[in-house]
């Protein structure tokens, strides 16, 4: 069983920063696909970012174009948390975020956007909400 706790929402202001955490716990594999979905209120789910980890060593990083040049996503290994670095943020970004993982993703290119539905990941946190004023 995974077990994901996300940390480091709240409110800023417009063209601040904020750096999400999410905390992973259990035996995710080694290829497995993380993520950061966000839902704001009325809409659907959208995947935001998204993080490969191969058992070979490697890793490729995906985004949504509304997020590049302003958001990135990365692991801390020896912590074993997922972090979202965001920058430049702007009302538009104000969301409830959610971390997100699939385990045992053999098939790295399952991980990038043209596949990253919600159905595809098995396990969720319980969000950390993001709010940006102008």
């Known amino acids: 069983q995974v077990q994901l706790v996300e940390s480091g929402g709240g409110s800023v202001q417009a063209g601040g920063s904020l750096r999400l955490s999410c905390a992973a716990s259990?035996?995710?594999?080694?290829?497995?696909?993380m993520g950061w979905f966000r839902q704001a209120p009325g809409k659907e789910r959208e995947v935001v970012a998204t993080?490969?980890?191969?058992?070979?060593?490697?890793?490729?990083?995906y985004y949504a174009d509304s997020v590049k040049g302003r958001f990135t996503i990365s692991r801390d290994n020896t912590k074993n948390t997922l972090l979202l670095q965001m920058s430049s943020l702007n009302a538009e970004d104000t969301a409830m975020y959610y971390c997100?993982?699939?385990?045992?993703?053999?098939?790295?290119?399952?991980?990038?956007?043209?596949?990253?539905?919600?159905?595809?990941?098995?396990?969720w946190g319980q969000g950390t909400q993001v709010t940006v004023s102008s």
């Open positions: 997100t993982a699939r385990r045992f993703m053999v098939v790295g290119q399952y991980c990038s956007l043209a596949y990253a539905t919600p159905g595809l990941f098995g396990y």
């Open positions: 259990g035996y995710m594999g080694t290829d497995y696909c």
């Open positions: 993080i490969y980890t191969s058992g070979t060593g490697g890793s490729n990083t």
